[in-house]
């Protein structure tokens, strides 16, 4: 007698669509996505982003199956086993898997990095991608991505806090970019080794306060512009955070363009030009990171000084959110806490964050894959007004590991 087929769960629209994507594989759940941007007159479908992203899903799991509609307003998803970088799976150079993005990608790789970071600790062997192609972009964009600096400063080392040993997940930089022309476009190359595969992800408890600011580090960049651009950026972010904070330490790091061919004239041009500041603040509490992201526009038109300074003011206005865990980093954080050991935990959040669109859809999503509901109570311990989350595990772990 077979098995009945499991029910497709049904979203609309193309929001948090990795974050669906991923809450699927993990839970084995297949999905049916349909409206996806079905009303845009000239862009209607999966953007050229979310097909590299699935092609990436496909790459890193085994038995996987996609259909997608004919306009690409519709796709329906069948989830696999994670198998990672495994040879025969894939995996070519060795242990690791060559991942090309289009040009014609406007978002920044760490829209790729996060989700894939999400799916490494459940593999079955170790997540080596490296992705290049006229498509990475390094730096932080204006479609709201993270840098790659801010990712590794300010997110790997969370993994810690679920028995994930961040010393063995490793991010290499071997090519920096920012956004090309029109956002698009930018020729980096990036590599993460993630060898950190865990049983079942621990229960977190930092519900305790966030305490004070003890040290700020961060990184200026410049691709194929003036270095001199790095030194006026750290300049006028010390001018504001050098009386609030003295241990602030901002490293400076000068790249040449990437070389790309050029269609038009049939020989090479400079791609990915620009300049930008990642800054990541430490709290005297273990675990409690805050960062900030800042890059000139591509149409450029910019100072550094201004980049400088509306990075040192956007740290300043993540920290006053409030909270043990930023706005980038909180879906991270929960997704891991609800995939955990079937034990409560909890995690302190500010109310700013706590009521982001991207928090309220993840709380929504997780309800519907099979996950507990949180609870939701105020932090009475101080007059910060924070809500402490209380989140239930739902024990998937690593399925890979469980039959290995």
């Known amino acids: 007698m077979s098995t009945p087929r499991p029910e497709f769960l049904k ?7 990795t974050q669906r994507l991923v809450l699927a594989t993990l839970t084995g759940r297949p999905v049916h996505i349909s409206k996806i941007r079905s009303n845009s007159p000239t862009n209607p479908g999966l953007a050229p982003h979310e097909i590299s992203f699935l092609r990436l899903l496909e790459a890193v799991t085994n038995g996987s199956s996609m259909q997608i509609s004919y306009t690409g307003t519709t796709i329906t998803y069948q989830p ?15 242990d690791i898997l060559e991942h090309h993005l289009p040009a014609t990608c406007t978002r920044g790789v760490t829209y790729f990095l996060l989700p894939l970071c ?9 997540m080596n991608v490296r992705f290049s192609g006229p498509g990475v972009i390094t730096s932080a964009t204006e479609t709201g991505d993270l840098s790659v600096d801010s990712f590794r400063t300010a997110i790997l080392p969370l993994y810690n806090l679920f028995g994930i040993p961040a010393a063995r997940i490793e991010l290499r930089v071997l ?21 950190s595969q865990v049983r079942l992800p621990k229960t977190l408890h930092l519900n305790r306060s966030p305490g004070r600011i003890k040290r700020i580090r961060g990184v200026a960049y410049a691709t194929g512009v003036s270095a001199s651009n790095n030194a006026r950026m750290i300049h006028s972010a010390r001018e504001i955070l050098n009386p609030l904070v003295s241990d602030i330490h901002i490293a400076a790091q000068y790249d040449q363009a990437p070389l790309v ?15 930008g500041l990642s800054l990541v603040a430490e709290s005297s509490a273990v675990g409690v990171l805050f960062s900030a992201d800042v890059v000139v526009p591509p149409k450029g038109g910019v100072i550094p000084e201004d980049i400088g300074k509306r990075c040192a003011y956007q740290l300043l206005e993540t920290v006053s959110q409030g909270g043990c865990v930023s706005a980038a980093a909180g879906p991270t954080v929960l997704t891991l806490m609800a995939m955990g050991s079937e034990d409560v935990g909890r995690l302190r959040l500010g109310r700013d964050v706590m009521g ?7 709380a929504r999503d997780l309800r519907k894959f099979g996950a507990s509901s949180w609870g939701l109570r105020d932090a009475e311990d101080d007059d910060t007004g924070d809500i402490i989350v209380s989140v239930k595990g739902t024990g998937v772990g690593n399925v890979g590991r469980k039959i290995a």
């Open 356 to 362: 982001t669109e991207q928090i309220i859809g993840l």
């Open 80 to 94: 696999g086993l994670i198998t990672g970088a495994a040879p025969g799976f894939g995996a070519s150079d060795g």
């Open 175 to 195: 090519q920096r970019s920012c956004a090309g022309p029109h956002g698009s476009g930018g020729a980096g190359v990036v590599e993460l080794r993630f060898a």
């Open 118 to 126: 999400l799916l490494a600790p459940f593999s079955k062997t170790h």
């Open 11 to 17: 979203f609309t629209g193309h929001k948090s669509f």
């Open 261 to 275: 061919p050029d269609e038009k004239s049939g020989g090479k041009k400079r791609m990915g030009i620009g300049f």
